[in-house]
């Protein structure tokens, strides 16, 4: 189960990783086909510096759960996995019912699953 978590985990972090690049550094491209159906066409330019500082945030969730990888110790290394986990299924949660359903599959299940796996371990 240490296995699946692990790689649940990264999972979830290259996920947030690629939220940052959209958000930040495609958003008038990538970001408008992936919310086309949450955000009007024409709000992506005026939305381009809110969107990467949502980029950010995102980023800092990877970064989070890339730094549970590198703690020795295997009780602060699942305590540190499980905060970020718990921010990135709240945001998915919310994020699902502000924006978009979608998102609860995208983003929030997949930290879920993941939590499930560490605690199983």
């Known amino acids: 189960m240490e296995v699946i978590a692990k790689i649940l985990i990264a999972i979830v972090a290259l ?22 159906a949450a955000l009007p066409a024409e709000m992506f330019k005026p939305t381009k510096g809110l969107a990467a500082n949502q980029g950010l945030y995102n980023g800092f969730l990877a970064a989070g759960l890339i730094w549970s990888f590198l703690i020795k110790d ?38 879920i699953l993941a939590i499930i796996a560490v605690l199983l371990k």
């Open 74 to 111: 295997p009780q602060w290394q699942d305590n540190i996995a499980l905060f970020f986990l718990g921010c990135v299924a709240v945001a998915g949660i919310y994020g699902a019912i502000s924006a978009t359903k979608k998102i609860f599959f995208v983003q929030a299940l997949p930290a």
């Open 15 to 36: 996920e947030h990783l690629y939220i940052l690049w959209m958000e930040m550094f495609a958003w008038e491209t990538k970001g408008k086909e992936v919310f086309k």
